[in-house]
């Protein structure tokens, strides 16, 4: 018989499980089940090694003080990192995406050293963005809007082997725009002034959402992410599972959530049910 086993470790859900990130384990347990699985979710503390067997890995967002304790953490504890080496996927929520890069600027700007699992840096924005998000994804085998709401102070650069989870059509997403909306590698607009995309904006910038190598979604959206986006959850579950395709699983409710979430934004739910 198939193993119908499914386990989820959460990564220091007392320090970074803040704007309810931590529920995005919750969701991916649930549909699991409705799939037959048999998911369990387990919790990996600040003082605890770091099992680099599960099949699933979530890191939600935090507040400045708990980044350092997670990078401390990942750093003594390698699992994670033998983890990923293996393909295993993992969702990272706004602090913890920074920490996989090359460096971040922290609140007092100290240039501090990441993990360098991804090509990204991240820099400082002059002030903080709290609101609402819509992204229209770039990852192969989403179609669906996402929504979600950033709350960072933060301009987030990808490098080399890194592609953009989605580009915004509303917020400030990863901070920085392209200068030439043709050449992806093109310099960076300064993004000590916060960009802010939005619906019927003329000439609007091009910003990216996200941060993705392999098995890694990187993102700033809260919400929990994916509770407001059931097919980012499916695609998770596939990595993890090694599915080629889910079978749909509608909710009018999260749908009916979603329109809302947009609605608000001045936004048509072109892809949705």
Known sequence: MPD????????????????????????????????????????????????????????????????????????????????????????AIGSSMQILGRYYIDEHGKKIGGLEIMDITTDLLA???????????????????????????????????????????????????????????SQYLDPHESVFVRPQQVDPPVVYEGATMDAIIGTYMHGPVLARNPQLADYMLQLATGKEKMEDIYLPSIYRMRRERLNALGISAQAEK
């Open 127 to 185: 002030q903080p963005v709290i609101r609402e998000v819509a992204v229209r994804p770039m990852l192969a085998g989403l179609t669906e809007l996402l929504t979600g709401h950033e709350h960072h102070m933060s301009a987030t650069r990808l490098g080399e082997g890194v592609e953009p989870l989605g580009q915004m059509i509303y917020g400030t997403g990863n901070g920085y725009a392209l200068r030439d909306p043709k050449d992806r590698k």
């Open 4 to 91: 119908t086993r499914l386990s989820i470790g959460v990564i220091d859900p007392e320090a970074i499980g803040t704007h309810g990130d931590n529920g995005n384990a919750i969701v991916l347990r649930q549909r699991a089940r409705w799939r037959g699985l048999e998911p369990i979710i387990h919790p990996i503390h600040v003082s605890d090694p770091i099992p680099s067997s599960l099949d699933i890995y979530v890191m939600g967002g935090g507040t400045v003080d708990a980044r350092p304790l997670l990078l401390e953490h990942l750093t003594r504890a390698r699992g994670l990192q033998r983890a990923l080496r293996r393909g295993r996927p993992l969702l």
